[in-house]
């Protein structure tokens, strides 16, 4: 059967012992099954943040936690950010034929549109999103020319190398490996 373990937005407090978080307070979760494996994180596309800039799951924990290190704990942060990647389902925008979009970075560089949750997809304007792991979107990236911008438009907003995001699969950590296959980036 399995059961699942929540992240819960950190201003949640229980009124009585007992209660339990509406669904609005939670952020995501993992399923563990009864081998001990554990799925990959799946955000709540309800979860509402009690303030602004808190994050929406763990990989924009890690970005937050990297922007917030400006180079002083950079390996660290670093390391964290390729082991969230590895842990949830990633969001990739697409077009009417399930085409990923590509688009300018802040900094001009062509790149595929990633969300790492559903609060992250308001803010881009695309047909739809193809649910994707790290594994799956790193192998459809073109060789040279794209990289990946992860939740654009957010404070913590980062355009990763395309050759990191392979970096990242390198030393996969268990996950249930979920998701359709990443749809071909689109080169115009």
Known sequence: MGDWSFMIDPAWRPANEGDEPPIEAV??????????EISLFRPNPNYQPSKPGLPTDPVDAALQ???????????????????????????????????????????GVPSVLVATAPAHRTRVNTPGWRDVTVTELAASLPPEGVDVLINPGAPASTRLTADTVRLSVTDPAPGDG???????????
């Open 178 to 188: 979920a998701g359709d296959a990443a749809p071909p980036a689109a080169t115009s």
């Open 65 to 107: 936690s990297l922007v917030a290190a400006d180079g002083d704990d950079g390996p660290t942060a670093g390391e964290e950010l390729l082991s969230a990647l590895r842990d949830v389902l990633l969001g990739v925008a697409v077009d009417e034929q399930g085409i990923a979009l590509v688009a300018p970075a802040p900094d």
């Open 27 to 36: 952020i995501g979760g993992w399923f563990l099954r009864d081998d001990g």
